[in-house]
Structure formats: C-alpha cells, structure tokens
C-alpha cells in the first residue's frame, strides 16, 4: 500500500472550510474554520467551462450563487462574477467562488492544510483528476505537506495517480462495500473516507491491519466524534467547527 510511514494530517478537518457557518467553499469560510483553530479544510474542487479549477461543491450555480446553469457551461470569467456569499446570509454579500490556487494560496500562507475533493462534473472524472492532481503539484511544493486528494469517483482518482503518483489519494465511500480494501489497494489509496454512519470498530481495524488511514465523514455529533476516537479513527470531517474541538 501507498501510506505514507507517518501520516502528516490533523485528526480534524473542516467540511467545506467552515460547515454551515460561512458559505462553503469560500475564503470567508477557511478564514471562520481557522478562526476556530481548524488546521485542516476539506474543499471541493471542479473545472469550469474553459478548464480551471474552482471550489464549487454542486453542479450548477442555483444553490450557493446567485448565477444559473451548469458550472461546466460557465467561464471563468462568468464564474468569478458571481456573489457567493448572499445566499449564506448578508454578512457574506459579495464573497466570490475561490479558484482552487487562490485558496491554495491563502492555505500556505497560513501554514494549513488541504483535503481536495475532486468532485467532477459528469463526464469529466479523468480531466478533473488529473487537473486537481497537476495543479496540487504545482501550488505546493515537494518540501509541503501536499494535500489529500479524495474522490467518490474511481476514473478521476485514476487519473490523479497518473498525473501525479506522489500526492496521497483517499477512496471516498458511501458505505462500505465487501471490496473496499482491493479497491483501495488497486488504486494505491493512503486512506478511505466513509460516511460516518457507515463506519464500525471492525472496519477501523481492518483497515489498519492493510495501513491504510480512516475518516470519517460528516461527523456533527460530538459523542459519535467521541466514539470514532475510540475506535482509533484517523481523521473526521465536521460542519460542526464551534462543537468539536479542532484537537
Ligand atoms: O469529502 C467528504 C464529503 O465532503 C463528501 O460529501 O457531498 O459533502 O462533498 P459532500
Ligand atoms: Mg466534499
């Protein structure tokens, strides 16, 4: 397996850069996930229309801007026009959707951390793999910590592993397949990411037992992030920055 001898990440990571307290996928919410101690932001990465990488989690604009349509139809430039924020609440007016280097950018800055979820519009898991990948390889450099790369999507971890082998991959699951572990290995994944619900002592275990990391996702309960402990989980992914202690 891929995993790296010691695994550099925190145990704690913020959905969408801050949950649900600030507009997901905005600087306005890496900057709230930090102000509440966050080292660790998971982020949702996609290509525009004309091939660059944005942080958008859904496929069209309606939900989390004040744009419409497909964000594969939308330029860049359409893109960086619209307000990102009004849709949170006012405070927000006027943030706009972070190309995937200014956020990677303002990371570094700050010494934190990423966890790039590739999250393809369909049709396009490999371009927007192997773009995450050769982008992540661009904007931090070998002396980084590189950032974890996840996907729900086989073909775009394929081709991250392809256009850039070094970078640490996680298979993102639902729920836990009988096969998990070979999918893991075939695509020399460091580590899964399952739904929390999805997850038991066992699984932690086994997983362990091939070296590959664990976490879990979206953990929101502050008893269930206890539980997971327990069981030795290597990571979680909350919305729920202001009850569980970034570590
Ligand atoms: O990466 C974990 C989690 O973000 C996956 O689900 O829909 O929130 O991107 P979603
Ligand atoms: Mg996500």
Request: glycine fraction near 8%.
């Amino acid at each position: 397996p891929a995993a790296p001898a010691a695994w550099p990440y925190p145990a704690r990571i913020a959905h969408r850069g801050a949950g649900l307290r600030a507009p997901e996928n905005t600087l306005a919410a890496l900057r709230e996930g930090a102000a509440f101690g966050y080292l660790m932001f998971e982020l949702d990465a996609k290509l525009s229309g004309d091939g660059v990488l944005v942080l958008m989690h859904d496929e069209t604009l309606e939900r989390t801007t004040d744009g419409r349509g497909r964000v594969a139809a939308s330029s860049l430039a359409d893109l960086m026009r619209l307000d990102a924020g009004s849709w949170h609440s006012a405070r927000y007016a006027g943030e706009g959707v972070p190309t995937l280097a200014r956020a990677a950018a303002w990371l570094r800055a700050n010494g934190l951390h990423a966890n790039l979820e590739i999250k393809p519009c369909p049709g396009r898991e490999r371009e927007t793999g192997a773009a995450v990948a050769i982008e992540a390889e661009r904007l931090w450099d070998a002396a980084s910590v590189p950032p974890l790369l996840s996907s729900f999507s086989v073909e775009a971890l394929e081709a991250a592993r392809r256009a850039a082998p070094r970078l640490p991959r996680a298979l993102l699951l639902q729920d836990v397949p009988h096969d998990w572990a070979a999918r893991c290995r075939e695509l020399g994944c460091a580590a899964l990411v399952v739904q929390e619900s999805a997850l038991d002592e066992a699984t932690i275990s086994r997983a362990h037992a091939e070296s590959l990391k664990v976490l879990a996702y979206t953990v929101n309960d502050p008893a269930r992030a206890a539980a997971l402990d327990a069981w030795g989980i290597d990571g979680l992914i909350t919305d729920a920055v202001e009850r569980i202690s970034p570590g």
